[in-house]
């Protein structure tokens, strides 16, 4: 619990770098704590459609792209019916940031990200 409220600080609070680091984290811990985590993740996944929705300028692209990451981790990790809920708008978002913001450029770490989470998500 109180690492859970830690990183959610930082995620509402912290720079870029800091939120990027603490979407990494997110991440590793929905791994690491599996069930134990489900009670966090109604929560933690309207901060990650958020940063999805919100983060929509060229400069954020590494973090847009990191939300991507954590969302379809941690949905993996938490099973199909748990992610139900968010599916629609994940996918909805997953598809916005493919069709309009992937640029041609052969370094948009957004590719990457995307690649990995329909993957994770559709499987």
């Given at each position: 619990?109180?690492?859970?409220?830690k990183?959610?600080?930082?995620?509402?609070?912290?720079?870029s770098?800091?939120?990027?680091?603490?979407?990494?984290?997110?991440?590793?811990?929905?791994?690491?704590?599996?069930?134990?985590?489900?009670?966090?993740?109604?929560?933690?996944?309207?901060?990650?459609?958020?940063?999805?929705?919100?983060?929509?300028?060229?400069?954020?692209?590494?973090i847009?792209?990191?939300?991507?990451?954590?969302?379809?981790?941690?949905?993996?990790?938490?099973?199909?019916?748990?992610?139900?809920?968010?599916q629609?708008?994940?996918?909805?978002?997953?598809?916005?940031?493919?069709?309009?913001?992937?640029?041609?450029?052969?370094?948009?770490?957004?590719?990457?990200?995307?690649?990995?989470?329909?993957?994770?998500?559709?499987?």
């Amino acid at each position: 619990d109180p690492l859970y409220q830690k990183l959610i600080y930082h995620l509402q609070n912290g720079s870029s770098f800091v939120k990027e680091n603490v979407l990494a984290a997110l991440a590793a811990l929905s791994e690491g704590a599996q069930e134990e985590f489900l009670k966090y993740y109604p929560a933690t996944m309207d901060y990650m459609v958020e940063i999805l929705r919100s983060f929509s300028k060229k400069e954020y692209k590494q973090i847009r792209g990191q939300s991507i990451e954590c969302i379809t981790i941690m949905s993996a990790t938490m099973g199909k019916d748990s992610f139900r809920p968010y599916q629609d708008i994940v996918i909805a978002e997953m598809l916005k940031v493919q069709k309009n913001d992937i640029s041609n450029d052969e370094d948009d770490p957004q590719k990457n990200y995307l690649l990995s989470g329909w993957q994770r998500i559709l499987v």
